[in-house]
């Protein structure tokens, strides 16, 4: 069965450090891989998502994530994090063959940014 | 552009309240969502509806209904509500296709007393 586990439920930095935020996976095929942002009080917003091809994808916000295969990985990086980026960051994955249209969503990774 | 809209934004319920959660979308997309996320489960996925005129159970069905009234509406019916129910309603919509990102509404906060 597919499934996405984001192992960190809190995670807290300081401004101006760097950032990981870990995503692994299980799917059976080549994976449809997202990263999104919620700030409180509000929806999810896409940041970022993979589909094939380079395994470094760019996204908004300064962000990007690394795609390894061979360590059911989708890690989402940012070189210097701001304190507007404090929100909570959802890992998913596009499930199904072609007509079948779920996502599988890990449980969240609170982020807390320092002064 | 609106993108994904749902009302109310709030509601609270009495324990055996119906409720109907709308939401309407602007981006002509095929595919609508919805979702209720809890403190520490992430998002679970109630119903979604692949194209109009189809709806299909996701991982947590049991309490709800669905319409898919036309292309761009998709609303979310509580017949009796429970305190289990309790939680952040999302709506999402999206073009088909597992690899097609989706968009989300601002979410629907239910309290059930």
């Known amino acids: 069965a597919q499934s996405v586990t984001q192992p960190d439920i809190h995670i807290t930095v300081s401004e101006g450090a760097s950032l990981e935020l870990r995503c692994n996976y299980s799917?059976?095929?080549?994976?449809?891989l997202f990263w999104y942002v919620q700030s409180p009080g509000q929806g999810l917003q896409l940041l970022l998502k993979y589909f094939s091809g380079d395994t470094l994808v760019q996204g908004i916000k300064g962000f990007e994530a690394e795609f390894k295969r061979s360590q059911s990985s989708f890690n989402l990086r940012k070189p210097s994090v701001h304190w507007s980026d404090a929100a909570e960051y959802f890992c998913a994955v596009g499930a199904g063959p072609s007509g079948t249209y779920k996502y599988i969503f890990g449980t969240g990774t609170r982020l807390k940014v320092l002064a | 552009n609106a993108g994904v809209t749902q009302t109310p934004k709030f509601q609270v319920l009495k324990t055996g309240q119906s409720m109907t959660l709308q939401c309407a979308q602007d981006m002509n997309h095929n595919s609508m969502y919805w979702y209720r996320q809890d403190p520490g489960m992430g998002l679970r996925l109630i119903y979604y509806s692949a194209s109009e005129g189809t709806t299909d159970k996701g991982e947590v069905p049991n309490g709800y209904n669905v319409s898919r009234l036309n292309k761009r509406e998709f609303s979310l019916r509580l017949e009796s509500a429970a305190p289990s129910q309790t939680s952040v309603y999302f709506c999402a919509s999206s073009e088909r296709g597992g690899n097609q990102p989706q968009h989300f509404g601002d979410g629907t906060r239910l309290s059930i007393l």
């Open positions: 799917y059976g095929a080549t994976p449809y």
